[in-house]
């Protein structure tokens, strides 16, 4: 959502450096996916997972492109659903879908399985479908197993590089140059697919200077946090809600508090 991400830097007072480092990619119809499908249809799958809204999106769009969309969502309204936060749950509530259970924020994976546990829904020994994101999330499945589920798999999209990557190798050059003040990340893949491309230009060393020093990295929430550190970068800023709103806000109220730290320090000897 670069448009709505660059209109609120916007309107907090900064000037946005639009960098999309993320596609989201729609995977041609499988077997799998018509297989789940027709197990909800039939009342075989009696729990849905679903992670993402645009896996929440496609999966009912694939029902309909079998002909199946008013069979598949009737079954879905008698089926145990879950969401890991509020981007299915927007999908899904005015399709007068009920939810069993919504995590509770960060929402992350680990809220959601806290939140299974603490309760009373049993999946043991029931037949359930874990729509992924753009990736296979194998932790989740594991866990879901631990609780006597049989899980049965699918992915809708894939998380890949855009095809033009001019901006992202523009937008690393300014970091390296410290041209920008901050970077905001509002998912995992921005920072695997950031550290990708730098890796390709042979710039990560700088990119990892640039973001440990000067330039202020502020990450959406807990898993995006994670990815970066993987990189070797910790975030100083994280909003108290992982949503777009509050990361702007953060970021401009970090940066804003070291401007006024700036001005109000003495002058060093010699400055």
């Given at each position: 959502?670069?448009?709505?991400?660059?209109s609120?830097?916007?309107?907090?007072g900064?000037?946005?450096v639009?960098?999309p480092?993320?596609?989201e990619s729609p995977?041609p119809?499988?077997?799998d996916v018509?297989?789940v499908?027709?197990?909800?249809?039939?009342?075989?799958?009696?729990?849905?997972?679903?992670?993402?809204?645009?896996?929440?999106?496609?999966?009912?769009?694939?029902?309909?492109e079998l002909?199946?969309?008013?069979?598949?969502l009737?079954a879905?309204?008698?089926?145990t659903?879950?969401?890991r936060?509020p981007k299915?749950?927007?999908?899904l509530r005015?399709?007068?879908?009920?939810l069993?259970?919504?995590?509770?924020?960060?929402?992350t994976?680990?809220?959601?399985?806290?939140?299974i546990?603490?309760?009373?829904?049993?999946l043991?020994?029931?037949?359930i479908?874990?729509q992924?994101y753009?990736e296979?999330?194998?932790?989740?499945?594991?866990?879901?197993?631990?609780m006597?589920?049989?899980?049965?798999?699918?992915?809708?999209?894939?998380?890949q590089?855009?095809?033009?990557?001019?901006?992202?190798?523009?937008?690393?050059?300014?970091?390296i140059?410290?041209?920008?003040?901050?970077?905001?990340?509002?998912t995992q893949?921005?920072?695997?697919?950031?550290?990708?491309?730098?890796a390709?230009?042979?710039?990560?060393d700088?990119?990892?200077?640039?973001?440990s020093a000067?330039?202020v990295v502020?990450?959406?929430?807990p898993?995006?946090?994670r990815a970066?550190?993987?990189?070797g970068?910790?975030?100083?800023?994280?909003?108290?809600?992982?949503k777009?709103?509050?990361l702007?806000?953060a970021?401009?109220?970090?940066?804003?508090?070291?401007?006024s730290a700036?001005?109000?320090a003495?002058?060093?000897p010699?400055a």
């Open positions: 959502m670069p448009s709505q991400l660059a609120l830097v916007t309107r907090h900064g000037e946005a639009i960098a480092a993320l596609l995977l119809m499988r077997r018509q297989d499908i027709e197990n909800i249809c039939s009342g075989a799958i009696t729990a849905v997972v679903f992670l993402t809204g645009v896996g929440a999106r496609a999966l009912i769009t694939a029902a309909g002909g199946r969309e008013d069979e598949f009737t879905l309204r008698s089926a659903v879950l969401c936060g299915p749950v927007a999908v005015p399709l007068d879908v009920p069993a259970l919504v995590a509770p924020e960060p929402y994976s680990e809220d959601l399985v806290d939140a546990r603490a309760s009373d829904i049993d043991a020994g029931r037949r479908a874990l992924h753009g296979v999330n194998a932790w989740l499945r594991q866990e879901l197993e631990a006597g589920a049989d899980v049965r798999e699918i992915s809708l999209y894939a998380w590089l855009p095809v033009d990557v001019g901006p992202v190798v523009d937008a690393i050059q300014r970091m140059a410290r041209d920008v003040d901050g970077v905001l990340f509002t893949a921005q920072a695997h697919n950031l550290f990708r491309v730098a390709d230009e042979g710039l990560t700088g990119l990892q200077a640039a973001l000067d330039v502020a990450s959406v929430g898993v995006c946090t970066l550190r993987k990189h970068v910790e975030p100083r800023v994280q909003p108290g809600h992982p777009m709103g509050p702007v806000i970021l401009a109220e970090h940066l804003a508090a070291g401007e700036r001005a109000g003495p002058a060093a010699g």
